[in-house]
């Protein structure tokens, strides 16, 4: 009977199952990463749940302007709710006014309206949004504009919420 | 049939079905890696959304990553399965 090296006992397993082994523990590892994944996932869905329970509350209620400080076709930019959230007032028609968040969905550049096409446009890579509605028309943009619910209360236009 | 099977040495058989393992092994993966894959694209989603005030699309992309997690833990059963092995 041949005598065993005594590093086989140290080291039982050949080049080849070493390669065996690896393999599958590499395996074993995309299961954990699969795994993981999931966790993350549910725990995006849990925020989102808590969020939208949460996140309820009422934002605060601010007259932006009253009705005589923008003509037809014009646009302004205020802040809602709070002041570093940069917001656009547009003027459509005589008694029609839309306002919507001035970041745009794709990289946060501010948007800008042009009243030809009546349109609102982000400069940066060509986006395009309907100023009616603020849907994405054109460019990289995947979402639409976050709009702003407006209420009048007489000559004076509120921001009351913001989707 | 009969010379075929005389060919067959225990060394040859031996390789036979470690080359056999070997592909158990590769396919199953390349199956967990497509199912990893697409589980990070689902994150994506979901993390897009969740910024984008559309949280509300993490609850199915979380469903759907849950069954790939599922499926990847099955394929795993293929290799750690003595039986299988």
């Not at chain 1, 523990?25 to 329970?53: H, I």
């Not at chain 2, 994506?44 to 509300?56: D, F, H, I, Q, S």
């Amino acid at each position: 009977m041949p005598e065993v090296p005594i590093w086989k006992d140290h080291f039982p397993i050949s080049w080849v199952d070493d390669h065996f082994v690896t393999r599958r523990e590499f395996t074993k590892s995309l299961v954990w990463v699969s795994l993981a994944t999931f966790l993350a996932n549910v725990v995006l869905a849990m925020l989102g749940r808590l969020k939208s329970l949460w996140g309820a509350e009422a934002l605060p209620q601010v007259q932006i302007a009253t009705v005589h400080d923008l003509p037809v076709g014009e646009a302004r930019v205020f802040h809602y709710p709070a002041a570093g959230d940069p917001c656009l007032l547009v003027r459509l028609d005589v008694d029609r006014y839309v306002a919507f968040g001035q970041k745009c969905t794709h990289l946060g550049c501010p948007v800008s309206y042009r009243a030809a096409d009546k349109q609102l446009y982000c400069p940066c890579h060509q986006g395009f949004f309907d100023a009616a509605d603020g849907r994405v028309l054109a460019g990289p943009p995947s979402r639409p504009l976050p709009r702003v619910t407006l209420e009048r209360r007489g000559e004076e236009l509120w921001a009351i919420s913001k989707a | 049939m009969g010379h075929q099977q005389s060919l067959m040495t225990p060394e040859r058989q031996l390789r036979a079905q470690r080359a056999q393992q070997m592909s158990l092994i590769y396919t199953v993966m390349v199956c967990l890696a497509i199912l990893v894959f697409v589980q990070f694209l689902l994150l994506t989603v979901a993390l897009e959304g969740y910024l984008g005030g559309r949280a509300e699309m993490a609850l199915p992309t979380a469903v759907v990553s849950g069954l790939c997690c599922a499926a990847a833990y099955w394929l795993l059963r293929y290799i750690l399965v003595p039986g299988r092995r």
